[in-house]
Antibody, heavy 125, light 109 residues
Framework: EVQLVESGGGLVQPGGSLRLSCAAS????????MSWVRQAPGKGLEWVAN????????YYVDSVKGRFTISRDNAKNSLYLQMNSLRAEDTAVYYC??????????????????WGQGTLVTVSS | EIVMTQSPATLSVSPGERATLSCRAS??????LAWYQQKPGQAPRLLIY???TRATGIPARFSGSGSGTEFTLTISSLQSEDFAVYYC???????????FGQGTKVEIK
């Protein structure tokens, strides 16, 4: 079974740090781009960051650039998100997701599948 | 940056009725559009990719259509388990980043 399991969420004070982990199983982790997506309470989905299969390329949404770092350990089938200088607006459920691709009639379709169950990060004093 | 706009924000539908959800892109995304369903307290679930291809295990009552900038998700006959929030999503080839619509909540009328 293809599965993603996040951990590491919790309560942290503004300005603090937290490291999220995502354990992958059931597929060849090293063959896929991976992403973090977050969802603030009662809000929609926001893509946060992604990383190439070998870790050589990383991209971030503007609001977390310079504060968050995505990384991976293919030997451990794990994805990470180091979050520094946390702000109240970073409060959200953080999901890891596999970037999947399929060749269709128009070209390559890209989508997130599967998703983990999410881990809650609360930034508050 | 491509902006995805979903409408309506909330759709009130009776069980057994048809639901039609819209997603508009600020510029063409070809047919590279996906739809997700999210129920309270759960992670999103992939429904449709490539604008019209159903994901594994998704019932035939869910269908997607459209290309370019205008897309539609249709639920032909709403079941009780279909009341949820639905998101569309597009992918930028360069830089390789992702954008979601703000979501449409399908609620019981």
């Amino acid at each position: 079974e293809v599965q993603l399991v996040e951990s590491g969420g919790g309560l942290v004070q503004p300005g603090g740090s937290l490291r999220l982990s995502c354990a992958a199983s059931g597929f060849t982790f090293s063959s896929y781009w991976m992403s973090w997506v977050r969802q603030a309470p009662g809000k929609g989905l926001e893509w946060v960051a992604n990383i190439k299969q070998d870790g050589s390329e990383k991209y971030y949404v503007d609001s977390v650039k310079g504060r968050f770092t995505i990384s991976r350990d293919n030997a451990k089938n794990s994805l990470y998100l180091q979050m520094n200088s946390l702000r109240a607006e970073d409060t959200a459920v953080y999901y890891c997701a596999r970037e999947s691709r399929a060749l269709l009639w128009f070209g390559v379709a890209t989508f997130f599948d599967p998703w983990g169950q999410g881990t809650l990060v609360t930034v508050s004093s | 940056e491509i902006v995805m706009t979903q409408s309506p924000a909330t759709l009130s539908v009776s069980p057994g009725e048809r639901a039609t959800l819209s997603c508009r892109a600020s510029q063409s995304v070809s047919s590279n559009l996906a739809w997700y369903q999210q129920k309270p307290g759960q992670a999103p679930r992939l429904l449709i990719y490539g604008a019209s291809t159903r994901a594994t295990g998704i019932p035939a009552r869910f269908s997607g259509s459209g290309s370019g900038t205008e897309f539609t998700l249709t639920i032909s006959s709403l079941q009780s388990e279909d009341f949820a929030v639905y998101y569309c999503q597009q992918y930028n080839n360069w830089p390789p980043t992702w954008t979601f619509g703000q979501g449409t909540k399908v609620e019981i009328k």
